[in-house]
């Protein structure tokens, strides 16, 4: 009996997961949720990184303490990854339902109305992601560092040596832009979610989104930038 309740249980629980995620609220809170989540490791990311900056041996101990809990890490990057997959798949299906349910009459004047950071946010995602793995093959796996020796465990020297090529400078600069284009949307979504999103503040807080993203692109493409200039050698 113990058992046969325990598999209805099961079941039901099945059954909830799946209707709120076929939800439009399930996946509005599925999108909230995992952009939150990689919203404070793009944070996290950017401190450990602009270390780069304070010289070899700054940086170096910081990658020396991630590689010592790599299996507590692997488990923080599978995670963000399948956070980032399921960020897309409720942004792409959300625009899918919202253009099915829209009058063809009011395409146009959404199109006026909405900001481009939002009209981006469904093709930018799956680029992102395309530049984390491509990131991460690079600068930690090093099955991918065109042009340079790729040496475990020193950092800084992977860093420098894998800017020093323009192209991958650039590709890293044109992702972090694009990051930061659905940063700036994503950080004016988490406002109206609170439900901090008066009219009265909606300048403010658009103007707050704006800062925040812009601060963390130029944060991320100071370390590219400094390396193409030689400032950091």
């Not at 041996?57 to 299996?71: M, P, R, T």
Request: proline content about 3%.
């Amino acid at each position: 009996m113990s058992a046969t309740i325990s598999v209805a249980e099961v079941h039901s629980r099945k059954n909830r997961a799946v209707t709120f995620w076929q939800s439009t609220n399930g996946k509005k809170v599925v999108m909230a949720v995992t952009g939150a989540m990689m919203f404070l490791f793009v944070i996290g990311h950017l401190l450990g990184n602009l270390q780069v900056f304070e010289g070899p041996e700054k940086i170096n101990a910081y990658g020396h303490f991630l590689h010592s809990i790599g299996e507590v890490l692997w488990i923080v990057r599978g995670t963000l990854i399948l956070a980032i997959l399921l960020h897309i798949a409720a942004t792409v299906q959300l625009a899918i339902r919202n253009k099915k349910a829209r009058p063809i009459g009011y395409s146009r004047k959404e199109a006026i109305n909405s900001s481009y950071a939002s009209r981006t946010m469904y093709w930018s995602g799956p680029i992102v992601l395309a530049f984390i793995i491509f990131h991460l093959l690079q600068f930690t796996a090093g099955y991918i560092h065109p042009e340079a020796r790729f040496v475990a465990g020193d950092v800084y020297h992977n860093l420098v040596s894998g800017f020093q090529v323009w192209w991958v400078s650039l590709w890293y600069i044109f992702a972090i832009t694009l990051l930061g284009f659905h940063l700036r949307h994503g950080i004016w979504s988490m406002f109206q979610s609170v439900g901090i999103a008066h009219p009265r503040h909606t300048k403010t807080l658009k103007h707050a989104a704006l800062l925040i993203a812009a601060l963390i692109v130029l944060g991320y493409i100071s370390i590219p930038i400094s390396i193409l200039l030689g400032l950091v050698k």
